[in-house]
């Protein structure tokens, strides 16, 4: 995409590192409000993972997943959308469309897919909407909510909307206002992440700062995509507490199941080959897998065939933490296992899988 600034050093776009840090802690931050934090994953691991639970649980959890995700993507937006801008286009001097369509380009550089604004209608009142196209958006059910979340941030309105493929990986979504639904008023709490300082330190690209292993991944800017150069698996940028909000929800909800279920789900992607365990150092390997991740600190872990113990600081996203690692047991010695987990204070998360 055109006007998209990328690093002249190492070519990560400059939008990375301005609005966001990688912490000695293990997390990504966000700039603008460091209580607000990204994790940087494959998408397959966030739609397989949401999809698991839906077929463990056997009932559509949909509803929950685009009402929270629409909710943290509003917020992210109304962060980085400057209040004068808002103004501007609510009082007519800038055409909406145009404005969106620059703010999409955040999309581009997140991973979230290509975005085409059609045709658009704002006059104050309930017949107001914008027609748009996305194209290989990173999640069908969470992607196509992004940009509705865009249009609500700046118009101040609260959006519905629907969606449909026009062409092979193509969606064209139509945003209109709409109440949110009532169910959710007062719930879907967003997360805010405190953290204690770590020890992770990163090599740095000597002009924007960027953790030189983000060189492991190429970004298609005209595409909207991000790649891993060596798996070739779909990376992007994704809030954390979004999953959270839908755990915590589907537990209310569902009972006190659920994190078994999170659990596993995240071991069954695991194990299938999704992420893998190298034997040869895995302590270090795994150390800066999860920290680039921005998923948290591994301050320990000893693994050998007849278990493993690991010990994360400044956990993210901790039911999907615990099913990795058991993931990574069964994948690395071909077993069934079990885990137990807890959080202990001061210290973080702690993880113990054995055979089963």
């Known amino acids: 995409m055109e006007g998209i600034e990328v690093c002249t050093q190492c070519g990560i776009p400059t939008y990375i590192t301005a609005e966001h840090t990688w912490h000695s802690s293990g997390f990504i931050l966000q700039n603008r409000d460091t209580r607000h934090i990204l994790i940087f994953i494959e998408s397959d691991n966030l739609e397989t993972l949401l999809k698991g639970v839906e077929d463990i649980v056997g009932v559509s959890i949909e509803r929950i997943v685009i009402n929270t995700r629409r909710r943290a993507a509003r917020a992210y937006m109304d962060r980085v959308i400057p209040d004068i801008l808002k103004e501007q286009v609510r009082d007519g001097k800038l055409e909406v469309g145009k404005v969106i369509q620059g703010m999409l380009g955040i999309g581009y550089v997140l991973g979230y897919g290509k975005f085409e604004v059609v045709d658009w209608r704002v006059k104050g009142d309930d017949d107001d909407y914008i027609l748009l196209n996305i194209e290989n958006p990173y999640s069908i059910t969470l992607g196509t909510v992004d940009p509705v979340a865009a249009f609500e941030a700046v118009m101040g309105r609260e959006m519905g909307y629907s969606y449909q493929e026009v062409s092979p990986g193509v969606y064209q979504i139509r945003a209109f206002p709409s109440r949110h639904p009532e169910e959710f008023k007062g719930r879907l709490t967003m997360r805010k992440y405190a953290y204690s300082e770590g020890n992770i330190e990163y090599q740095r690209c000597n002009s924007c700062g960027a953790p030189t292993l983000l060189g492991e991944f190429s970004w298609d800017l005209d595409n909207g995509l991000i790649h891993s150069r060596e798996t070739g698996r779909r990376m992007v940028f994704f ?118």
Do not use: C
Request: zero cysteines; charged letters at 30%.
């Open 239 to 356: 809030a954390p507490s979004v999953l959270e909000a839908v755990f915590d929800e589907l537990e209310r909800e569902l009972g006190e199941t659920i994190p078994e279920v999170v659990i596993e789900s995240q071991k069954r992607l695991t194990r299938e080959g999704m992420y893998s365990l190298d034997l040869k150092d895995p302590e270090e390997g795994l150390r800066k897998q999860l920290a680039l991740r921005g998923l948290g600190n591994l301050a320990s872990l000893s693994v050998g065939e007849r278990g493993m113990t690991m010990l994360m600081e400044n956990a993210t996203i901790h039911l999907m933490l615990v099913g990795l690692a058991q993931g990574l047991f069964e994948h690395a010695y071909g077993v069934e296992s079990k885990a137990s987990w807890e959080i202990v204070e001061e210290k973080g998360l702690k993880v113990e899988v054995f055979p089963a």
